[in-house]
């Protein structure tokens, strides 16, 4: 586990846990790579896979998965995201510390939720005496982030990996727009059910008596508490368990159904 004290993390040696998240897939031995080197450095560092299975170079959706699972790993855990177009290129690798947890990535904005919802300390990791001795121009994820993630589970900090740094990509976020009559929001990510994840908060629309919402050439008129509330195969809106509005077809996939994809925007109406 980890402490704090001061602007330093205390490590109890060998109990980081470090997530992963890549869009790797599980077929190639790169994910299997990575984990071998981390365990060459320390073989009792454990390891979590979140997903590999993000779509190839779309850092947008790694940034939303890494927003919907950090925060259910205990204090101190490093979450490690490798999404990375970049790689090879002049961009930066950096390590990001808030008040609970350590972020290790590309310096491509798939931290923007890190960055817009917490105090941080950015770190440009630049100390090459903890990459591996040869480092591929293609495979970072190997001979950078696994052995950085891995001599950090044993108590290596940024300070020595890296130069504090105020030169960073925040991204951007999609924010909902509300007027008198509507919230104007779009889709920001399908998962494997085709359900369709909007930016538009559950606070927004809970508690109203009339609305009416749209995507496509669909309407929603209420909000369902659960998918059963609808007839097998008829599309409904609830609150999903990210605490926003999703856009769902009972036993069905709404996003082939009703034809949406992610950036689509969503329009609810109300009285």
Known sequence: MITF??????????????????????T????????????GINPDVQIVDITH???????????????RSYSFFPEGTMHVIVVDPGVGSTR????????????????????????????????????QDYFRDHVSHTFHGRDIFAPIAAHMSRGITLDILGQPSENYIKGELSNP???????????????????????IGG??????????????TTTVKKLSNRYIDVPLGEPLALIGSGNTLEISVHQGNAAQQIGFRVGDPITVSFE
């Open 5 to 26: 004290c001061g602007n330093r993390f205390i490590i109890r040696i060998n109990q980081l846990i470090v997530t992963l998240i890549t869009d790797f897939g599980y």
């Open 92 to 127: 930066s690798i950096i390590g990001v510390k808030t008040d609970s947890a350590l972020f290790l990535a590309p310096d491509n904005g798939v931290l923007k939720y890190i960055f817009y919802h917490h105090s941080v300390k950015v770190y440009q990791i630049t100390n």
């Open 53 to 67: 299975d993000v779509t190839p170079q779309n850092i947008d959706e790694a940034a939303f998965i890494l927003k």
């Open 177 to 199: 727009v509300v007027e008198a009559e509507h919230i104007s929001g779009e889709i920001t990510y399908i998962d494997r059910f085709g359900n369709g994840i909007t930016n």
């Open 28 to 39: 190639d031995p790169y994910v299997g790579s990575m984990k071998g080197v981390m365990l």
């Open 203 to 216: 606070n927004l629309v809970t508690g109203l008596k009339k609305m009416q919402i749209h995507i496509k």
